[in-house]
């Protein structure tokens, strides 16, 4: 059974840094893209970064680009999102989900239950 | 960056209903759209990939159709437990935008 399972979440300042992570199980880790996607309070979606499974190509979106790094650790099967400089406007419920097939342009078919990121002063 | 319009942004049927969520591109995405679906206090699941590909596991009153810049979501006969959000996502270049959401009530 795929299991994902974030932490890392909690209150920080503006300003300051934070790094989530996501523990996964139950499929072949390393041959799948990752992504990570949030949602602010009562807001939509909005995809944040995706890795490939051999973590050597890595995409993100123009509001993290410069500030959040994306990697991941094959042989342990983790994920991870380094966010620094953190901005009040990044307050969001962050999820980590797998890609469907083995390449990053897919949709994702897993996701986890989301860890909170609360900035503020 | 691809916009990904979606309307309506709240629905609401009756139980039976077919109901209709459309989703338009800023530019052509040709298959590349996914539809996921969204209740409150969980994580989104696929229910669409690809445009027009059930997911495993999804009630068939789910289809999509489309390609191009025009994509639309049907639940043929809606049911309860369709309450949700609908989301649809492009993944056909980075980076992959979200639309901004169909809310779909029950009346």
């Known amino acids: 059974e795929v299991q994902l399972l974030e932490s890392g979440g909690g209150l920080v300042q503006p300003g300051g840094s934070l790094r989530l992570s996501c523990a996964a199980s139950?499929?072949?880790?390393?041959?799948?893209?990752m992504t990570w996607v949030r949602q602010a309070p009562g807001k939509g979606l909005e995809w944040v970064s995706t890795l490939t499974g051999s973590g050597g190509s890595a995409d993100y979106a123009d509001s993290v680009k410069g500030r959040f790094t994306i990697s991941r650790d094959n042989s342990n099967n983790w994920l991870y999102l380094q966010m620094n400089s953190l901005r009040v406007e990044d307050t969001a419920v962050y999820f980590c989900?797998?890609?469907?097939?083995?390449?990053?342009?897919?949709?994702?078919?897993?996701w986890g239950q989301g860890t909170l990121v609360t900035v503020s002063s | 960056d691809i916009q990904m319009t979606q309307f309506p942004s709240t629905l609401s049927a009756s139980v039976g209903d077919r109901v209709t969520i459309t989703c338009r591109a800023s530019?052509?995405?040709?298959?590349?759209l996914a539809w996921y679906q969204q209740k409150p206090g969980k994580a989104p699941k696929v229910v669409i990939y690809?445009?027009?590909n059930l997911q495993s596991g999804v009630p068939s009153r789910f289809s999509g159709s489309g390609s191009g810049t025009e994509f639309t979501l049907t639940i043929s006969s809606l049911q309860p437990d369709d309450l949700a959000t609908y989301y649809c996502?492009?993944?056909?270049?980075?980076?992959?935008?979200f639309g901004q959401g169909t809310k779909v009530e029950i009346k």
């Open positions: 989900a797998k890609s469907a097939t083995g390449n990053s342009q897919s949709s994702n078919d897993y």
């Open positions: 690809k445009a027009s």
């Open positions: 139950g499929f072949t880790f390393g041959s799948y893209a």
């Open positions: 996502q492009q993944y056909n270049s980075y980076p992959y935008t």
């Open positions: 530019q052509s995405i040709r298959s590349w």
